[in-house]
């Protein structure tokens, strides 16, 4: 691979004093350009990147105070070194003009064979010190961008993953383990806010013979349906949840008596009810089924640590409804 040497621009109105300055720097390490004034300085630097500037002052047309000034308002050459060459630097008032010009430094006429070699190094080793910041700076920079971009992604899928825990994969309804957070989570709200609530075990009746009578894809086209039935006839603050196989669970919050949540179960058990068309694997199927809901519900008296005892209460009015003929919710009993 080919090193890229560095740049040093040259700019003197006599060519003896160029052909000098090419033989006193000829194993500085740099590739040296020439100018023979002011314009073709100002053309060059706009078309190389230089590490030093030789500026020589006394020119014709252009003397190097004003070459400097230019390059100082240019904003991506106001920061490259000028070394004025002259001899007119004896005295302080030249030298001070050629700091306000824009000079880093300068040398006086005659050249110091030395002096001239030991500061072009000087700023050749800045430059390079320069470059390696700028490159260290470009490559942290790219890393905090793969940073920021592996830490988003690393988020997407911990939310997934977390969503997955938490979720039933088939109908995306949260499953059992997020049931009982809610359900605690409702009896804490019920507690503080002095609130009914109620829950509402559902199970599906007939969903066996859909299974059997057209297999598994046509019980999973059909649990899909039965989720997306739920969830558009019930509010955002209630929580449905797929318990396993045909099996859902319903928190209703804020249910102000027993009979309210009995009525939204009627009113869910129709809907469940209706016909479905399913697609299963291009081929249309019918199916017919039905829902045994029991219901239990939860008041601000009851023990803030009953959640078992809600389950079974309504648990147990689900088995109520389906000895009773099916397809119809029953009331627990013993729910206050």
Known sequence: ????????????????????????????GAELIEARGGNEALALCLDHEFALILLDVNMPDMDGFEV????????????????????????????????????????????????????????????????????ALTELSERNRQLTIEMAEREVVESMVRHQASHDMLTGLPNRVLFHDRLHGAIQRAQRQQARFALACIDIDGFKNVNDQHGHPAGDALLQEIAARLMANLRDSDTVARLGGDEFALILEDIDS???????????????????????????????????????????????????????????????????????????????
């Open 258 to 336: 027993p009979d309210i949540a009995l009525q939204l179960c009627r009113n869910l058990c129709a809907a469940i009810g209706k016909p479905y068309r399913l697609i299963v694997q291009g081929v249309a199927v019918d199916a017919r089924i039905g829902a045994s809901i029991g219901i239990a519900s939860y008041s601000p008296g009851s023990r803030s640590d009953a959640d078992e005892q809600l389950i079974q209460s309504a648990d147990r009015a689900m088995y109520e409804a389906k000895r009773a003929g099916k397809n119809r919710c029953v009331l627990s009993e013993d729910a206050s």
């Open 68 to 135: 400097a000034a230019l390059l100082g308002e240019a904003e991506h050459l106001r920061d490259t070194p000028i070394i004025f060459v002259t001899a007119a630097y004896a005295d302080d008032l030249n030298r001070l003009k050629g700091y306000r010009s824009g000079a880093v430094d300068y040398i006086a006429k005659p050249i110091n064979d030395v002096i001239l070699q030991s500061k072009v190094r000087v700023f050749l080793e800045l430059y390079a010190a320069r470059a390696d910041l700028q490159r």
């Open 1 to 28: 691979m080919a090193v890229t040497l560095p740049k040093i621009l040259i700019v003197d109105d006599t060519y003896a004093n160029l052909v000098a300055m090419r033989r006193l720097l000829a194993h500085v």
